[in-house]
């Protein structure tokens, strides 16, 4: 069972165009995190979020929280090149599992063309 | 500072023998988890210590599977005897507490002919 939907899952665009990548669940998470990942490498943390409707910002890219803790959205402006990569968001303690317990979403391979 | 060290980077190896792979944590973390990623299936938590101590294994697929963290900075994943599907990407991260950011290795390409 795929407690994460993350969508979509490959998004190929111009260099300097906007993208969101969304991620969804029917669980409450006591946090969500989201995660890039280049070839031959682990996933590295961009964020955490932890309130219900919290918005953090990260240069270009802005991550928020749905209210209800259930959802997730990475929104990129002015992509570049550099932003090419899986971008993962990760959802911790759904559903009452161990606390620390990461539930990955299925990734989103992002490529933005010069 | 060190990140997490994870060896070998490749292995290649044939149906039914045993794999070894280890994992060193970044120092003071309580925290160890070991994942396995594929295409299919994405990334998948398999088993995570705290302490030293196997706090979740439900994710282990079998018991071809077993993990081990005889001491705090040192951590082992086995497969004997190994199968063509368990071919994938295994990484291990380690963590200061369960709500802190994990910290990965750079994983191991574990290839079962």
């Known amino acids: 069972t795929q407690l994460l939907e993350q969508s979509p899952q490959f998004l190929s665009i111009q260099e300097g165009e906007n993208l969101t990548v969304y991620c969804n669940s029917s669980?409450?998470?006591?946090?969500l995190q989201w995660y890039r990942q280049e070839p031959g490498e682990g996933p590295v943390l961009l964020v955490t979020?932890?309130?219900?409707?919290e918005v953090k910002k990260l240069k270009r890219l802005t991550f928020q929280f749905g209210d209800a803790r259930k959802d997730s959205s990475l929104h990129i402006t002015a992509a570049q090149p550099g932003d090419t990569g899986l971008y993962l968001c990760?959802?911790?303690?759904?559903?009452?599992?161990?606390?620390?317990?990461?539930?990955f979403g299925q990734g989103t391979i992002l490529t933005v063309h010069p | 500072d060190a990140g997490v060290i994870q060896s070998p980077r490749h292995e290649v190896t044939e149906m039914g023998q045993e794999v070894t792979l280890r994992c060193k944590p970044i120092?003071?973390?309580?925290?160890l988890f070991w994942y396995r990623q594929t295409m299919m299936r994405g990334l998948e938590l398999l088993i995570y210590?705290?302490?030293?101590?196997?706090?979740?294994d439900s994710g282990m697929p079998e018991d071809r599977f077993s993990a081990k963290m005889p001491n705090a900075s040192f951590s082992t994943l086995k497969i004997q005897p190994s199968e063509p599907r368990d071919s994938a990407v295994y990484f291990c991260?380690?963590?200061?507490?369960?709500?802190?950011?994990?910290?990965f290795g750079d994983g191991t390409r574990l290839s079962i002919l």
């Open positions: 991260a380690s963590s200061f507490l369960p709500n802190q950011p994990q910290h």
């Open positions: 669980s409450v998470f006591s946090s």
């Open positions: 979020v932890v309130t219900g409707g």
């Open positions: 990760a959802g911790n303690g759904a559903g009452g599992t161990s606390y620390g317990k990461l539930t």
């Open positions: 120092s003071g973390h309580d925290y």
């Open positions: 210590f705290n302490n030293n101590v196997p706090i979740d």
